[in-house]
């Protein structure tokens, strides 16, 4: 008797599903940056990161704002630009800048920061109040395992 050969469904992935709700959240919060503020979407996540963890150096606000290396840079230089952040010389690497917001930047930062938290009200509010603290305690696990993770490790292969 041969054993079944057919792979699972792709949507039956967890994965996947997390991958599908995590653009299906991103292009409504891209929408609404750009209704509200005319920010896309990376530099809507760039300025919340700044906001909240500033200094930041640029390699530093990727790692935050969850972006690569250059797309964090390209959203950095369109909020210097609009002058909402200010990038400095780093006094700890010659060749580096530090990123802080300027003063007409931190009213946009904590209008962002609501809607970001209107976002979360709005995605999670089909959950009960428990179901959100188990999804956050579980998200923290999955998180912190990927973190201990070396870079570039992927599991064997049978």
Known sequence: MAADTTPPALQDFLTWRLHRLAKLTDRQSSDAYTQVFALG???ARCLAAIGQF?????KDLAAQANL?????SRAAQMLVD?????????????RGVVLTL??????LWK???????????DIFGCLTKAEQRQLEAVFDRLIA???ARPQGSSPATP
Request: charge should be positive; hydrophobic fraction near 35%.
């Open 41 to 43: 979407v990376g530099e």
């Open 54 to 58: 500033a200094p930041l150096s640029v």
């Open 68 to 72: 690569d290396k250059a797309q964090a």
């Open 82 to 94: 609009r002058e909402l952040v200010l990038k400095s010389a780093s006094e700890t690497d010659a």
């Open 102 to 107: 300027t003063r007409s930047g931190r009213p």
């Open 111 to 121: 209008r962002v920061m609501r809607l970001i938290e209107q976002r979360n009200a």
């Open 145 to 147: 395992h990927a973190d």
